[in-house]
């Protein structure tokens, strides 16, 4: 595989949505246990809070020294949309579906800007291509909650917070040659702040960023490990 830019466009999509179905079968209710073992072959490795980890059996993460970190999919939680402005009075302070796809492209972004900055920092050479040490990440992040998003409307009126919102984390590993998944990662995440504070862009910003950095720190901590680790 010279190059991974058709992971980027329509099938990223159709593949990310195709492993929520095989993680989230329909029968599955929220109060039922994951499955011990997914349907493209993952085993639970760890449940912890928030947080579910799969990998493949007999997975060997020590060959990767690159990665290739594909474009982020983003999608807001059902209804965010509509419940939000339910509840807004001044029309000008709606937010409208451009501010939905702004707000979307805004944190892609962001999340690439974190994870290739933490993966660097980690040692990691963040790469475009595929080879035998290069390890594919594909990143979601869904059920995105802002809860008070800063649309420049116009007015001085404030709102305060104690949480900026929330997201939770879909991420798979592959292989770039292979294209082998390897191991999955699921983690749902909310900013929580000691205190109440004005929401704005800037607050809003600091604390996904903070996440975000957080689940970079994590994957660079957990592939050091298993890197150390001959199966994974």
């Known amino acids: 595989m010279k190059n991974l830019m058709h992971w980027r466009q329509s099938g990223l999509v159709v593949c990310l949505c195709a492993g929520f179905i095989l993680f989230c079968p329909a029968k599955l209710s929220a109060s039922d246990p994951p499955p011990q073992v997914t349907k493209d072959g993952l085993v639970l490795k760890s449940q912890t809070g928030q947080r579910l980890v799969y990998l493949r059996p007999g997975a060997n993460f020590s060959k990767y020294d690159r990665v290739a970190l594909l474009d982020c999919l983003v999608e807001f939680q059902k209804d965010w949309l509509q419940n939000y402005n339910a509840n807004v009075v001044d029309p000008s302070k709606m937010v409208t579906d451009q501010d939905v796809q702004r707000m979307k492209a805004w944190l892609a972004a962001e999340f690439r800007r974190e994870f290739t900055a933490e993966l660097q920092k980690g040692g990691y050479k963040v790469v475009d291509f595929g080879a035998p040490d290069v390890l594919i990440l594909r990143p979601a992040l869904t059920n995105v909650q802002v809860t008070a998003p800063d649309i420049m409307s116009a007015g001085i009126e404030a709102t305060i917070v104690r949480s900026a919102g929330s997201a939770t984390l879909y991420l798979e590993l592959w292989d770039s040659i292979s ?45 050091d490990a298993a890197r150390k680790t001959p199966n994974g």
Request: glycine share 0%.
């Open 179 to 223: 294209r082998t998944i390897l191991a999955r990662v699921v983690d749902a995440q909310a900013d929580q702040q000691p205190f109440a504070q004005q929401a704005n862009s800037v607050t809003n910003a600091a604390a996904a960023d903070f996440i975000l950095k957080n689940w970079a720190d994590d994957l660079v901590r957990h592939l």
